[in-house]
C-alpha cells in the first residue's frame, strides 16, 4: 500500500492526517518515512510524528461479493488480471517497435544527408581545382609552356557536355603528318637491318624476376591499377592510371611518387607520357580527356572529344596530336596543343558497334581500332577513311599493338589467345592460344618492346614472347589479380606491370 491513499476508497487500517500537506496515511508507513526522512512525503515541509493527527473510524467491514468467495471465481479474477497484463505487454512491445522503426529511419536519413554533404564538398573541391587551372600558371617548369593554355578554350571545355566544334584535317596538318611520316619510315627501315647493342638478350630475360614491387601509388580503399606507360626518353617515371578517378607519376630509381594528377570524375582506363616532354596525357569514362603537365602537377589542355566513355588512346608519332576511341562508335584526332578536336569519324558500314581500342602505327599514316563486335580495322588517317577489316577473334578486342618495324600487328580479344598479323598480306600468320587448363585467359594489354624484339602480354599472369620465333621467354605469376597494362623500359632492361591488386611490379636483373 501507498503512503497516501488518494488512490484508494477506503481508509487505511490506522489512518493519520497530517497538518502539513492534508493528507491521510497509515499511522506504521508515515511514522516510518518520518524517521528516515522528517519531512511530509507529498509537499516537503518539515513534519514529526507528534504533529500527526488520529482519525476515528467506526470499525465498518465491507463483505465481499458472494460471486468472489468461490474458487471458479477467484480463478476467473486470476485469468482477467493476467490477460490484462498480457494486453498490455504487447501494447509497450508494439510501441517498443514504432519507436525503434522511426530511430532507424532517423539514422538513415543522418547517414544519407552526411554522404550528400560529402559529396557536395568533393565536387566542391573538384571545381575549386578546375578554376585554378582557368588561372595562368606562375613559376611554372619551362617544358610547360610547351603546351599552351587558352583561358576561352578552357572555360569552353569545362562546360559539361558542350560540343566541341570540328576544326577540320588542313592541308598543314596533313603536310605534317606526312613529313613525319616519311622521317619514321626511313629510320624504321635503317633501323630494322640491326638490333641495337644495348638490348637485353632473350636468355638474360628467361632470367628475369621480380625486382620491385610497389603499393600505394593509389587509394587502398579502391582497389585497381587500369593502365601503364613509361616515358620513353627516361624510363625510370612510370604512368598509371587508377580506380580512384587519379593518374600518377612514379619514378623507380627514387621509389617515390612525384607527381598525381586529380580531375576526373571517374576511374582512369587509359594513359600515355609523351615520349619526349614531362607531359602525361589520361582518359576515362568520364568521355574527357586531360592533358597534365608533370612538373606542376596541373592540368593544361581538357579535350571533349567525345560524348561517351574514352576506350581508346594513342599519341601520334610528332607528339601534337592524339587519336581516341569511344563507346559512342566515334574515333577522334585532336590537338594536344590547342585543345581543338580537328576530326571525328563514325564507321558508316558499322552502326550501333562501339570501338574498344586503339593504336596508331609507328608511321603515324595508319592506325587500328578494336570493336565490340570482334573486328580489327585499319584506318587512313589522310582520307579518314576504313581500307582493311581483320576478323578472327571471338568476343570484343580489348588490346592491339604495332610492332616497331611497322609490318605486324598483335590483337587480343576475350577469347583468350593473341593473333600476329601480316600488314602486307593482310592476313593472320600466327596464333598464340594462352588457355591453360580449360582456364579462360583474360588478355588485358599488349605491347612491343621498342626494338619489336619482344612482346609481353598482360592478363591472368605476364608473359614475354620471342618475336618472329614467337617462343615463350618468361612467365610472370607475381600478381594476386589480374594484370592490367605491361611495359618494357628502354632496350628491354626491365619490364613493369600493374594490376588489379593495386602494385606495380618491376622485373629484371639486379646486377
Known amino acids: 500500500m501507498s503512503l497516501t491513499c488518494a488512490i484508494s476508497n477506503e481508509l487505511p487500517e490506522h489512518p493519520v492526517i497530517s497538518p502539513v500537506s492534508g493528507c491521510i496515511f497509515e499511522r506504521r508507513l508515515i511514522e516510518k518515512y518520518l524517521q528516515e526522512n522528517g519531512t511530509d512525503p507529498i509537499n516537503g515541509k518539515e513534519l514529526t510524528s507528534e504533529q500527526l493527527i488520529d482519525i476515528k473510524t467506526n470499525p465498518v467491514v465491507k463483505p465481499k461479493a458472494p460471486t468472489t468467495t468461490s474458487i471458479p471465481a477467484i480463478l476467473k479474477q486470476l485469468q482477467d488480471e ?22 532507424s529511419h532517423a539514422l538513415y536519413q543522418h547517414d544519407a544527408a552526411c554522404r550528400v554533404i560529402g559529396r557536395l564538398t568533393k565536387e566542391l573541391t573538384a571545381a575549386r581545382e578546375a578554376l585554378v587551372t582557368l588561372k595562368p600558371q606562375t613559376g611554372v617548369a619551362a617544358n610547360a609552356t610547351a603546351i ?119 576511374k582512369v582506363t587509359k594513359v600515355i607520357y609523351h615520349p619526349e616532354e614531362d607531359v602525361v596525357i589520361t582518359a576515362s569514362p568520364d568521355t574527357t580527356i586531360r592533358v597534365w603537365n608533370v612538373g606542376a602537377s596541373q592540368q593544361v589542355q581538357l579535350l571533349r572529344a567525345h560524348d561517351a566513355p574514352v576506350t581508346g588512346l594513342s599519341l601520334h608519332p610528332t607528339g601534337d596530336y592524339v587519336l581516341s576511341t569511344s563507346t559512342d562508335q566515334h574515333w577522334a584526332f ?92 593482310l592476313k593472320t600468320f600466327r596464333t598464340l592460344n594462352l588457355d591453360d587448363d580449360n582456364k579462360k585467359y583474360e588478355v588485358r594489354d599488349l605491347c612491343f618492346d621498342q626494338s619489336g624484339t619482344y612482346l609481353a602480354v598482360a592478363g591472368s599472369d605476364v608473359r614475354v614472347y620471342l618475336c618472329k620465333q614467337w617462343e615463350e621467354l618468361k612467365v610472370f605469376n607475381d600478381h594476386t589479380a589480374a594484370a592490367t597494362g605491361v611495359r618494357f623500359g628502354r632496350h628491354a632492361q626491365y619490364i613493369a606491370s600493374t594490376s588489379m591488386d593495386r602494385t606495380l611490379k618491376i622485373y629484371g636483373l639486379n646486377n
Open 334 to 425: 585532336s590537338d594536344i596543343r590547342t585543345g581543338k578536336l580537328l576530326t571525328k569519324v563514325a564507321d558508316q558500314n558499322s552502326i550501333g558497334i562501339s570501338l574498344t581500342t586503339a593504336q596508331l602505327h609507328p608511321d603515324g599514316l595508319i592506325f587500328g581500332t578494336g570493336t565490340s563486335d570482334s573486328q580489327i580495322k585499319i584506318w587512313d588517317l589522310k582520307e579518314q577513311s576504313n581500307v582493311a577489316n581483320f576478323s578472327g577473334h571471338t568476343g570484343p578486342i580489348t588490346a592491339i599493338s604495332f610492332s616497331e618495324n611497322g609490318y605486324y600487328l598483335a590483337t587480343a580479344a576475350e577469347d583468350s589467345c593473341v593473333r600476329l598479323w601480316d600488314l602486307r598480306k
Open 82 to 103: 493476467w490477460d490484462a497484463l498480457m494486453l498490455h505487454s504487447f501494447t509497450q512491445r508494439h510501441q517498443l517497435q514504432i519507436a525503434r522503426q522511426e530511430l
Open 148 to 266: 599552351p593554355q587558352p583561358a576561352m578554350a578552357m572555360e569552353a571545355a569545362s562546360i559539361p557536355n558542350q560540343p566541341m566544334e570540328q576544326a577540320g584535317m588542313t592541308a598543314d596538318v596533313i603536310q605534317k603528318l606526312q613529313d613525319k611520316g616519311t622521317i619514321l619510315t626511313q629510320e624504321r627501315k635503317r633501323r630494322g637491318r640491326s638490333v641495337p647493342e644495348e638490348l637485353t638478350s632473350a636468355e638474360r630475360i628467361r632470367n628475369f624476376h621480380t625486382e620491385a614491387s610497389h603499393v600505394g601509388l593509389h587509394s587502398a580503399s579502391i582497389p585497381g591499377i587500369l593502365s601503364l606507360d613509361i616515358q620513353a626518353s627516361d624510363t625510370s617515371k612510370i604512368l598509371t592510371g587508377g580506380s580512384d578517378k587519379n593518374a600518377a607519376v612514379f619514378n623507380k630509381d627514387m621509389e617515390q611518387v612525384i607527381a598525381v594528377f586529380k580531375g576526373h570524375t571517374k
